[in-house]
């Protein structure tokens, strides 16, 4: 039985991964055998992740998220900094730090009641690394001022290579309703 790696996220508009691809450049120069940079492609906010689904499953998966999204209206997430985290913990990746809002709240619940997961918290990551060097890396704190509209969200499926993963987007569905 065939079965596919799958998680529900929102896509960022092209002119904000460019911006988060140029800050990347100004740190390309770290330790690449300790540091994975996220492809400037691969950059989305993860809203649930589900894990390993058969075809079947992905179909269930597919019109739950088409019946929340009926039911949620078009929002906005906003962003402040990028920053080495996740905080409080010993870093493991510079991601770019979402404000909290009730209608991401909103969605993420729905999702994740429909298909019984947990949800996280927005961010986009930008790198991963191992702990072998978390200690020595600068600690980062930049501004990056960003609104990022939501009006769709997709499910997508992601494939893991030797050369990092790829992102394939299975179904973009529009926000289009009312919240309940």
Request: proline share 5%; net charge positive.
């Amino acid at each position: 039985m065939n079965k596919r790696r799958i998680f529900i996220a929102i896509n960022l508009p092209d002119g904000i991964k460019k911006k988060l691809a140029d800050w990347q450049r100004k740190w390309i120069d770290l330790d690449r055998k300790f540091i994975n940079w996220a492809k400037k492609d691969n950059l989305h906010i993860t809203l649930i992740f589900i894990g390993y689904a058969t075809d079947d499953e992905t179909y269930e998966i597919c019109k739950m998220a088409k019946a929340v999204a009926k039911k949620h209206q078009p929002f906005s997430i906003n962003f402040k900094r990028i920053i080495t985290g996740p905080p409080g913990k010993m870093p493991r990746m510079f991601w770019v730090e979402g404000e909290k809002s009730q209608e991401l709240a909103n969605l993420q619940n729905d999702l994740e009641n429909g298909s019984n997961i947990r949800a996280f918290s927005p961010h986009i990551t930008l790198a991963r690394f191992k702990s072998q060097i978390a200690r020595e890396l600068p600690k980062i704190d930049d501004a990056f001022i960003a609104s990022i509209p939501v009006e769709t969200i997709e499910v997508m499926q992601s494939n893991l290579k030797r050369t990092g993963p790829e992102y394939t987007v299975l179904e973009s569905i529009n926000l289009e309703g009312n919240e309940n």
